[in-house]
């Protein structure tokens, strides 16, 4: 009996390690199995901006969200209108230029809320031009309740030459921003504090390397990268959900 009893319990150890091991193989490989990640948040569209016959969007000028479309969405979740039209055109520039991703403006706004309650942490805005209206700057990565990142930047993103700070909006670290950073409004530069660059860059991110947000695999993986917390990835799940809820269809 004391045998038996043994022989059950090394088994009931070897399946939960078998179980842990093989959840963490499928995080590191995006893919999904039933029962072991979460669907990911529906993929919430917008109606577009209609062209003219004939007419090309400049080149590196993505098409804007329709107008009333803008104002009703933006009602609907709380979502400020200036922060939700980057969102929306970063969806649609990382989709263009990533097909197999299919990622929504609504994960791309959930990160934004839980990054910086999009643009307006410490009682700051967008400005029309989608500037942050006060630097955002996140707590010195020095180790101390965070991960410790060396300065990469001499300070000129964060003003910190010790440590790295996440900055703006979408709260980029500077060495991040360095290779991830994109110029989302055409003006020639790539901005952290600015909506446009830091939206477009975020959804960039979550798409790359292949991924398909659609499934459940992709999407967790993606949202993981962009930060290595299983309770963020929780958070930016339900926001994306509720987001999706509170737009509606894109009519």
Not at 60 to 86: F, H, K, M, V
Not at 138 to 167: H, K, N, Y
């Amino acid at each position: 009996m004391l045998r038996l009893k043994r022989t059950a319990v090394f088994g009931l150890f070897a399946m939960c390690v078998i179980t842990g091991f093989l959840f963490w193989a499928l995080r590191e490989s995006g893919a999904e199995a039933p029962g072991l990640l979460p669907p990911p948040p529906p993929r919430a569209e917008a109606k577009l901006e209609m062209l003219s016959a004939g007419i090309t969007p400049a080149v590196n000028i993505t098409r804007s969200a329709d107008a009333q479309w803008l104002i009703r969405a933006a009602a609907q979740t709380g979502i400020p209108a200036r922060a939700l039209q980057a969102y929306v055109a970063a969806a649609v520039a990382a989709n263009e230029s990533a097909p197999a991703c299919k990622i929504g403006w609504n994960t791309v706004a959930a990160v934004g809320f839980i990054e910086s309650a999009h643009g307006s942490y410490g009682g700051g805005r967008l400005t029309a031009t989608g500037q942050a209206s006060g630097p955002i700057i996140g707590p010195s990565l020095d180790g101390d309740g965070f991960a410790a990142i060396p300065d990469t930047d001499a300070g000129a993103l964060d003003g910190d030459a010790q440590w790295d700070r996440a900055v703006g909006p979408m709260q980029f670290i500077p060495s991040t921003w360095q290779f991830a950073g994109r110029d989302g409004n055409g003006d020639g530069a790539a901005d952290p504090f600015n909506i446009d660059d830091a939206a477009l860059s975020a959804a960039s991110y979550l798409c790359a390397h292949g991924r398909d947000l659609t499934t459940a695999g992709g999407w967790t993986d993606a949202v993981y990268s962009y930060n290595q917390s299983d309770s963020y990835v929780e958070q930016v799940r339900g926001r994306a959900r509720a987001y999706a809820a509170q737009s509606g269809p894109a009519e």
